[in-house]
């Protein structure tokens, strides 16, 4: 009897082994992207975008903080996206409330064709104010995290870097000139959000030279930013996204002459609106 079980014993540890090699090799398999498919809207989808600046010294001391929301909603009619309910709040020091958020009125129903190449003409911001950068960025943000999330299916692979961008100057107009070094995006695994299975694509972008002279303030410095992006394997939707950038550089402020360096750090997510 003893003999027996023992024998029994050996045979199940001998069938767990194998099935522990099988198992991975039948997993793997199944880790792929979809491949040829479009991105499907359904209708009008609203996200929710908060992005938070933080204006530091030298010596890593918070001087001043920046918080921008904003509604941005795709799948409207003729493939065009819009914008509305952007507001910004502004406090100075590392721990002052921020105060009530002001509207910034002059993005108030923004809309336009969503083509993130189009948003580079010199004539696309006429009617926004030349110190709207973080408005601006609101705009290319979007844009690019759409772009790096749903563009790239049929190049990515399982843990495998894909340098989507090498040395590429881009104009942005009315403020300055940007130089992305490497962009690169990774596909690191699956996870839910929103109740959508969804690829979660990583990318990242260092030592990038940046220039901007806007309103009589001048910068000049790089740029490191990278984040997530959660994207629905069925419809290729962007369920949740992040942004982070870092940018050091000497900043010239409209009627002074002294340089100050300083360190730019914000951080944003991008979320859809869950409507009950």
């Given at each position: 009897?003893?003999?027996?079980t023992?024998?029994?014993?050996?045979?199940?540890?001998?069938?767990?082994?194998?099935?522990?090699?099988?198992?991975?090799?039948?997993?793997?398999?199944?880790?792929?992207?979809?491949?040829?498919?479009?991105?499907?809207?359904?209708?009008?989808?609203?996200?929710?975008?908060?992005?938070?600046?933080?204006?530091?010294?030298?010596?890593?001391?918070?001087?001043?903080?920046?918080?921008?929301?904003?509604?941005?909603?795709?799948?409207?009619?003729?493939?065009?996206?819009?914008?509305?309910?952007?507001?910004?709040?502004?406090?100075?020091?590392?721990?002052?409330?921020f105060?009530?958020?002001?509207?910034?009125d002059?993005?108030e129903?923004?809309?336009?064709?969503?083509?993130?190449?189009?948003?580079m003409?010199?004539?696309?911001?006429?009617a926004?104010p030349?110190?709207?950068?973080?408005?601006?960025?609101?705009?290319w943000?979007?844009?690019?995290?759409?772009m790096f999330?749903?563009?790239?299916?049929d190049?990515?692979?399982?843990?495998?870097?894909?340098?989507?961008?090498?040395?590429?100057?881009?104009?942005?107009?009315?403020?300055?000139t940007?130089?992305?070094?490497?962009?690169?995006?990774?596909?690191?695994?699956?996870?839910?959000?929103?109740?959508q299975?969804?690829?979660?694509?990583?990318?990242?972008?260092?030592?990038?030279?940046?220039?901007?002279?806007?309103?009589?303030?001048?910068?000049?410095g790089r740029?490191?930013?990278?984040?997530?992006?959660?994207?629905s394997?069925?419809t290729?939707?962007?369920?949740?996204?992040?942004?982070?950038?870092?940018?050091?550089?000497?900043?010239?402020?409209?009627?002074?002459?002294?340089?100050?360096?300083v360190?730019?750090f914000?951080?944003?997510?991008?979320?859809?609106?869950?409507?009950?």
């Amino acid at each position: 009897m003893r003999m027996k079980t023992n024998s029994a014993l050996i045979t199940g540890l001998v069938l767990l082994a194998a099935s522990s090699l099988l198992v991975p090799c039948a997993f793997a398999q199944t880790w792929t992207l979809p491949q040829g498919t479009a991105v499907k809207d359904s209708g009008p989808r609203t996200y929710r975008f908060i992005v938070d600046y933080n204006t530091a010294n030298t010596k890593g001391e918070m001087v001043f903080r920046q918080r921008l929301t904003g509604e941005y909603t795709r799948g409207l009619a003729g493939g065009d996206v819009m914008w509305k309910n952007v507001t910004q709040a502004d406090a100075a020091g590392p721990v002052a409330p921020f105060p009530a958020p002001q509207k910034q009125d002059f993005m108030e129903g923004f809309r336009y064709h969503n083509d993130l190449v189009s948003t580079m003409n010199p004539e696309f911001f006429k009617a926004f104010p030349p110190t709207a950068m973080m408005e601006r960025n609101l705009v290319w943000d979007t844009g690019m995290i759409e772009m790096f999330g749903q563009n790239f299916f049929d190049h990515l692979k399982l843990n495998e870097p894909y340098h989507s961008i090498s040395n590429a100057d881009t104009t942005l107009p009315g403020v300055g000139t940007f130089h992305n070094r490497d962009v690169v995006l990774e596909w690191i695994g699956r996870s839910q959000r929103n109740g959508q299975e969804c690829a979660v694509i990583n990318y990242e972008a260092f030592f990038n030279p940046l220039e901007i002279a806007t309103g009589g303030m001048t910068l000049k410095g790089r740029s490191d930013y990278w984040g997530e992006i959660w994207v629905s394997l069925g419809t290729r939707q962007i369920e949740y996204g992040t942004i982070n950038e870092s940018v050091v550089g000497e900043m010239k402020l409209p009627g002074q002459d002294t340089i100050q360096v300083v360190n730019i750090f914000r951080n944003g997510t991008l979320e859809p609106v869950v409507t009950k």
